[in-house]
T-cell receptor, first 117, second 114 residues
Framework: EAGVAQSPRYKIIEKRQSVAFWCNPI?????LYWYQQILGQGPKLLIQ????????DSQLPKDRFSAERLKGVDSTLKIQPAKLEDSAVYLC???????????????FGEGSRLTVL | GENVEQHPSTLSVQEGDSAVIKCTYS??????FPWYKQELGKGPQLIID?????GEKKDQRIAVTLNKTAKHFSLHITETQPEDSAVYFC?????????????FGAGTRLFVKA
């Protein structure tokens, strides 16, 4: 079974520039998540999609971050304009569902490492 | 909302020794507690989990315990091996309207010295 695919793996940009990250979840997984992992910290949820609808984007800095999941499969996370503090690894994860009686185990991609200079 | 605290931030053990990582959570409604292992350059991977109706669970060299009253849970790794070296994250699943949210601790970097 193919895992969660992310690209690019690495990106270096200047502050105020824009960047986009792409994620392809595990086939059949209804829920897709974008997490931000700053060096030395645990993953922090930015946005959660159920199919192509947003379940939770309460911690997404909406003045500069945007995300979409067209057709309920692939997703793109965009940052515009980037700030120095956006330097982090952006992890995409997927799960079969959001929980209920199940666990909603998260399957993570390898992440996209962003450096903002 | 849920808050998960994890200790220690760094742990160094000799190969063959045991390692223990402890976490506390704040929301008594949380009912699922997974542990993830993150190797360098990779995403976190689930290694074991425990539901709130169970006090202990074991899988080979790894065990988790849960104390609901005290709101803390722990990961125990016995007979540690160099390949256990990684960052370990505890997490709690927050029950809320519209779905569930997994909140992660800050992580423990485990070094196993050969």
């Amino acid at each position: 079974e193919a895992g969660v695919a992310q690209s690019p793996r690495y990106k270096i940009i200047e502050k105020r520039q824009s960047v986009a990250f792409w994620c392809n979840p595990i086939s059949g997984h209804a829920t897709l998540y974008w997490y931000q992992q700053i060096l030395g910290q645990g993953p922090k949820l930015l946005i959660q999609f159920q199919n192509n609808g947003v379940v939770d984007d309460s911690q997404l800095p909406k003045d500069r971050f945007s995300a979409e999941r067209l057709k309920g499969v692939d997703s793109t996370l965009k940052i515009q304009p980037a700030k120095l503090e956006d330097s982090a690894v952006y992890l995409c994860a997927s799960s079969e569902g959001t929980g209920g009686a199940g666990t909603g185990e998260l399957f993570f991609g390898e992440g996209s490492r962003l450096t903002v200079l | 909302g849920e808050n998960v605290e994890q200790h220690p931030s760094t742990l160094s053990v000799q190969e063959g020794d045991s390692a223990v990582i402890k976490c506390t959570y704040s929301d008594s409604a949380s009912n699922y507690f997974p542990w993830y292992k993150q190797e360098l350059g990779k995403g976190p991977q689930l290694i074991i989990d425990i539901r709130s109706n169970v006090g202990e669970k074991k899988d080979q060299r790894i065990a988790v315990t849960l104390n609901k009253t005290a709101k803390h849970f722990s990961l125990h790794i016995t007979e540690t091996q160099p390949e256990d070296s990684a960052v370990y994250f505890c997490a709690a699943k927050e029950v809320r309207t519209g779905g569930f949210k997994t909140i992660f601790g800050a992580g423990t970097r485990l070094f196993v010295k050969a």
